[in-house]
């Protein structure tokens, strides 16, 4: 219901920049997929739920906490700082070593920027609203 859903109110996004097919064809990119997954979960149910292992749980509720905080710190941030918090705290709560998940957001946050900015032509802020 939840994919039926974000495929109905997708269908209308319109953006001022993006290819000759619009942004709405994004949302039926993922929501069509999702839709028929779930049907699937519903006509084939495995009838076996094993929860993972507490330690398990902390982690994913960890993992979307650092989501949730991306998106609520991603404007006041600007794209490279969020993005290098989102990398390196996903790579240390996944089980990542810390001096690597954090070298790892030092590359990969700025290279993303370098990507959607410069060569896609996104505009994604450097500064946020917190430094600029």
Do not use: N
């Amino acid at each position: 219901m939840i994919a039926a859903l974000y495929t109905w109110y997708g269908r209308d996004y319109t953006a001022s920049f993006g290819d000759v097919l619009g942004p709405s064809v994004f949302p039926m990119i993922v929501g069509i997929p999702a839709m028929i997954l779930a049907a699937s979960l519903v006509v084939f149910p495995s009838g076996q739920v094993s929860w993972p292992p507490r330690d398990h749980m902390l982690r994913q509720v960890a993992a979307l906490a650092i989501l949730a905080g991306y998106a609520w710190l991603l404007l006041p941030l600007g794209f490279p700082l969020a993005t290098f918090g989102l990398i390196a705290g996903l790579g240390i709560v996944l089980g990542g070593a810390p001096l690597k998940a954090v070298a790892l957001g030092a590359v990969l946050a700025p290279g993303l920027w370098a990507l959607f900015d410069q060569v896609l032509g996104l505009p994604l802020a450097v500064l946020g609203r917190w430094f600029g």
